[in-house]
T-cell receptor, first 111, second 117 residues
Framework: GNSVTQMEGPVTLSEEAFLTINCTYT??????LFWYVQYPGEGLQLLLK?????DKGSNKGFEATYRKETTSFHLEKGSVQVSDSAVYFCALRVAGYALNFGKGTSLLVTP | SQTIHQWPATLVQPVGSPLSLECTVE??????LYWYRQAAGRGLQLLFY??????ISSEVPQNLSASRPQDRQFILSSKKLLLSDSGFYLC????????????????FGPGTRLTVL
């Protein structure tokens, strides 16, 4: 079946540190891949996406590259800010309607 | 631009009471609509989706139901709440395509925090 595995949190970083949140997937077809972010008490916001192998999604300084050979879509940011503290969800979509989500990774950035 | 609304934002209900959560979308026509639940410490679980008025598909059998009385309105209901129904309920939409399929990206509402006591 289709599934997403992402690193367990919480991840705690100092401001301006480099961020990597790992995400790997299994899929029966050719998925589109997504990163969503959830700030405290809010719904999910689309952060970035990639629809085919070697695509790079980017937004607000975050990047992720669709790696078919390693079935990965790791999220990176060169210099995190306190305002980046949130829960980050990796997700995939193959045919059909459902998004398959990972369990989420909580990020806390301290000043 | 498109916006998605959910209400109420928070709700505390006793076990055995009924439930009605509402979701509306503005700025788009014939969207595909979704209800997800996010339980504490767990990921998101798709509960229902709808590709059109009166068309509901259930992903997980349980004591919840969904209805779509209008094109841009999606309602989540229960006749009798259980403790295990507590969680954060998220409504989402995506673009509907001919033949009943959907565009890739789903856009989420602000969510409803439900506590069943």
């Amino acid at each position: 079946g289709n599934s997403v595995t992402q690193m367990e949190g919480p991840v705690t970083l100092s401001e301006e540190a480099f961020l990597t949140i790992n995400c790997t997937y299994t899929a029966t077809g050719y998925p589109s891949l997504f990163w969503y972010v959830q700030y405290p008490g809010e719904g999910l916001q689309l952060l970035l996406k990639a629809t085919k192998a070697d695509d790079k999604g980017s937004n607000k300084g975050f990047e992720a590259t669709y790696r078919k050979e390693t079935t990965s879509f790791h999220l990176e940011k060169g210099s995190v800010q306190v305002s980046d503290s949130a829960v980050y969800f990796c997700a995939l979509r193959v045919a059909g309607y459902a998004l398959n989500f990972g369990k989420g990774t909580s990020l806390l950035v301290t000043p | 631009s498109q916006t998605i609304h959910q209400w109420p934002a928070t709700l505390v209900q006793p076990v055995g009471s009924p439930l009605s959560l509402e979701c509306t979308v503005e700025g788009t026509s014939n969207p595909n609509l979704y209800w997800y639940r996010q339980a504490a410490g767990r990921g998101l679980q798709l509960l229902f989706y709808s590709v059109g008025i009166g068309q509901i598909s259930s992903e997980v059998p349980q004591n919840l139901s969904a209805s779509r009385p209008q094109d841009r309105q999606f309602i989540l209901s229960s006749k009798k709440l259980l403790l295990s129904d507590s969680g954060f309920y998220l409504c989402a939409w995506s673009g509907g395509l001919a033949g009943g399929s959907s565009t890739d990206t789903q856009y989420f509402g602000p969510g409803t925090r439900l506590t069943v006591l």
